[in-house]
Nanobody, 121 residues
């Protein structure tokens, strides 16, 4: 089974930048779409950005379009989220997500433990 570990969260002032990383490890027949979600207390987890396995297709939430960039390095089993022009409303726990195919060829959605991003005004 795949495990996901996020890093790169922290405290930043409004207008600043952060880069999140998510490394996938473990055994799988394949990893398809990967993405970043975020969640604040009392709200549902929402999709921030997603990227296809061949990096050809990306998708962004309207609220981050033009400010955030998702990328993927399959050689390193890693995805990134470059976050620029951060706003206080971007404050959340950010979770890495992967749609995987297990070694016995079952579909399995995997989540990381989350990393906290705090944007001060």
């Amino acid at each position: 089974q795949v495990q996901l570990v996020e890093s790169g969260g922290g405290l930043v002032q409004a207008g600043g930048s952060l880069r999140l990383s998510c490394v996938a490890s473990g055994s799988a027949a394949g990893i398809n779409v990967m993405g970043w979600y975020r969640q604040t207390p009392g709200k549902q987890r929402e999709l921030v950005a997603a990227i296809s396995s061949d990096e050809s297709t990306t998708n962004y939430a309207d609220s981050v379009q033009g400010r955030f960039t998702i990328s993927r390095d399959n050689a390193k089993n890693t995805i990134y989220l470059q976050m620029n022009s951060l706003k206080p409303e971007d404050t959340a726990v950010y979770y890495c997500n992967a749609h995987t195919i297990t070694t016995n060829y079952r579909f399995l959605e995997v989540w990381g433990q989350g990393t906290l991003v705090t944007v001060s005004s």
